[in-house]
Protein backbone atom coordinates (compact mmCIF):
# COMPACT_ATOMS: atom_id res chain seq x y z
CA UNK A 1 0.00 0.00 0.00
CA UNK A 2 1.14 3.46 -0.57
CA UNK A 3 1.04 6.38 1.88
CA UNK A 4 -2.82 7.34 1.10
CA UNK A 5 -3.53 3.57 1.82
CA UNK A 6 -4.47 2.61 -1.89
CA UNK A 7 -2.31 -1.01 -3.21
CA UNK A 8 -0.63 -0.68 -5.72
CA UNK A 9 -0.68 -2.67 -9.21
CA UNK A 10 2.39 -3.02 -10.73
CA UNK A 11 1.74 -3.18 -14.76
CA UNK A 12 4.47 -5.15 -16.98
CA UNK A 13 2.80 -4.85 -20.13
CA UNK A 14 4.82 -3.38 -23.75
CA UNK A 15 1.60 -2.98 -25.38
CA UNK A 16 1.09 0.96 -24.71
CA UNK A 17 -2.93 0.65 -25.76
CA UNK A 18 -3.18 -2.30 -23.29
CA UNK A 19 -1.42 -0.68 -20.36
CA UNK A 20 -3.33 2.62 -20.97
CA UNK A 21 -6.53 0.87 -20.47
CA UNK A 22 -5.78 -0.83 -17.47
CA UNK A 23 -3.67 2.30 -15.81
CA UNK A 24 -7.06 3.99 -16.33
CA UNK A 25 -9.39 1.58 -15.17
CA UNK A 26 -7.38 1.14 -12.01
CA UNK A 27 -6.34 4.48 -11.12
CA UNK A 28 -10.31 5.20 -11.30
CA UNK A 29 -11.16 2.59 -8.72
CA UNK A 30 -8.67 3.85 -6.83
CA UNK A 31 -5.30 1.74 -7.03
CA UNK A 32 -1.98 3.26 -7.24
CA UNK A 33 -0.59 2.06 -10.74
CA UNK A 34 2.92 1.50 -11.78
CA UNK A 35 3.42 0.55 -15.72
CA UNK A 36 6.57 -0.12 -17.40
CA UNK A 37 6.88 -1.98 -20.64
CA UNK A 38 10.08 -3.73 -19.33
CA UNK A 39 10.44 -6.96 -17.59
CA UNK A 40 13.88 -5.91 -15.90
CA UNK A 41 11.83 -2.58 -14.74
CA UNK A 42 9.59 -4.07 -13.51
CA UNK A 43 11.52 -6.65 -11.38
CA UNK A 44 13.09 -3.91 -9.78
CA UNK A 45 9.86 -1.88 -8.95
CA UNK A 46 8.51 -5.31 -7.69
CA UNK A 47 11.64 -4.89 -4.79
CA UNK A 48 11.16 -1.29 -4.34
CA UNK A 49 7.39 -1.11 -3.62
CA UNK A 50 6.21 -4.36 -2.73
CA UNK A 51 2.98 -4.00 -5.27
CA UNK A 52 -0.38 -6.05 -3.79
CA UNK A 53 -0.48 -7.68 -7.04
CA UNK A 54 1.84 -8.07 -10.98
CA UNK A 55 -0.42 -7.73 -13.72
CA UNK A 56 2.65 -9.65 -16.59
CA UNK A 57 2.17 -9.80 -20.00
CA UNK A 58 3.51 -13.42 -20.95
CA UNK A 59 5.38 -12.50 -24.02
CA UNK A 60 7.86 -9.42 -23.69
CA UNK A 61 10.60 -8.03 -25.33
CA UNK A 62 14.38 -9.50 -23.49
CA UNK A 63 12.55 -11.67 -20.89
CA UNK A 64 9.81 -13.90 -21.31
CA UNK A 65 6.78 -14.14 -18.70
CA UNK A 66 8.32 -17.20 -17.29
CA UNK A 67 11.55 -16.09 -16.80
CA UNK A 68 10.21 -12.56 -14.70
CA UNK A 69 7.82 -14.97 -12.66
CA UNK A 70 11.22 -17.37 -11.89
CA UNK A 71 12.87 -14.33 -11.07
CA UNK A 72 10.38 -12.76 -9.02
CA UNK A 73 10.01 -15.69 -7.14
CA UNK A 74 13.30 -16.38 -6.61
CA UNK A 75 14.70 -12.70 -5.57
CA UNK A 76 11.12 -11.72 -3.47
CA UNK A 77 9.50 -15.06 -2.48
CA UNK A 78 5.78 -16.22 -2.94
CA UNK A 79 4.01 -13.20 -1.40
CA UNK A 80 3.61 -11.10 -4.53
CA UNK A 81 0.86 -12.23 -6.65
CA UNK A 82 0.92 -12.20 -10.50
CA UNK A 83 -1.91 -12.48 -12.80
CA UNK A 84 -1.01 -12.97 -16.59
CA UNK A 85 -2.40 -11.06 -19.57
CA UNK A 86 -2.11 -13.18 -22.69
CA UNK A 87 -3.79 -13.83 -25.56
CA UNK A 88 -3.60 -17.27 -25.87
CA UNK A 89 -6.57 -19.19 -25.46
CA UNK A 90 -5.11 -22.00 -23.40
CA UNK A 91 -2.61 -21.80 -20.35
CA UNK A 92 0.54 -20.27 -21.15
CA UNK A 93 3.19 -23.05 -22.68
CA UNK A 94 6.29 -21.83 -20.53
CA UNK A 95 8.57 -23.68 -17.79
CA UNK A 96 8.11 -22.42 -14.45
CA UNK A 97 4.75 -20.01 -15.45
CA UNK A 98 2.47 -20.82 -12.32
CA UNK A 99 0.49 -17.88 -11.39
CA UNK A 100 -2.03 -16.58 -9.03
CA UNK A 101 -4.47 -15.55 -12.09
CA UNK A 102 -4.80 -15.04 -15.58
CA UNK A 103 -6.59 -12.31 -18.21
CA UNK A 104 -7.46 -13.22 -21.68
CA UNK A 105 -6.67 -11.01 -24.28
CA UNK A 106 -8.81 -9.10 -25.12
CA UNK A 107 -9.98 -8.66 -21.68
CA UNK A 108 -12.55 -5.83 -20.14
CA UNK A 109 -12.70 -3.56 -17.35
CA UNK A 110 -14.85 -6.28 -15.14
CA UNK A 111 -12.56 -9.07 -15.99
CA UNK A 112 -9.91 -6.59 -15.02
CA UNK A 113 -11.53 -5.95 -11.63
CA UNK A 114 -13.02 -8.85 -10.91
CA UNK A 115 -9.42 -10.69 -11.51
CA UNK A 116 -7.81 -7.94 -9.30
CA UNK A 117 -10.28 -8.22 -6.15
CA UNK A 118 -10.29 -11.91 -6.56
CA UNK A 119 -6.50 -11.73 -6.21
CA UNK A 120 -5.55 -9.45 -3.45
CA UNK A 121 -8.55 -9.71 -1.51
CA UNK A 122 -9.86 -7.73 1.46
CA UNK A 123 -6.67 -6.21 1.48
CA UNK A 124 -7.19 -4.21 -0.84
CA UNK A 125 -10.50 -3.60 -1.32
CA UNK A 126 -11.92 -0.41 -2.71
CA UNK A 127 -14.53 1.22 -1.05
CA UNK A 128 -17.88 1.54 -3.20
CA UNK A 129 -16.23 -1.12 -5.29
CA UNK A 130 -18.94 -2.57 -7.68
CA UNK A 131 -17.56 -5.80 -8.73
Given amino acids: MDEDGRCLVL ?11 VE ?15 A ?15 LLDVVLPGMSGGEFLAELRRAYGPDIPVVLMTAAR ?21 ALLHEVERVTGEKCRQPGASV
Avoid at 27 to 38: F, K
Avoid at 90 to 110: H, I, R, S, V, Y
Wanted: charged share 25%; proline share 10%; glycine share 8%.
Fill in 90 to 110: EEPAQPGLTAEGLLLKPFDLN
Fill in 24 to 38: SVLTEEGYEVQVTPS
Fill in 40 to 54: EEGLRLAGQKRPAVV
Fill in 11 to 21: VVEDDPSIADF
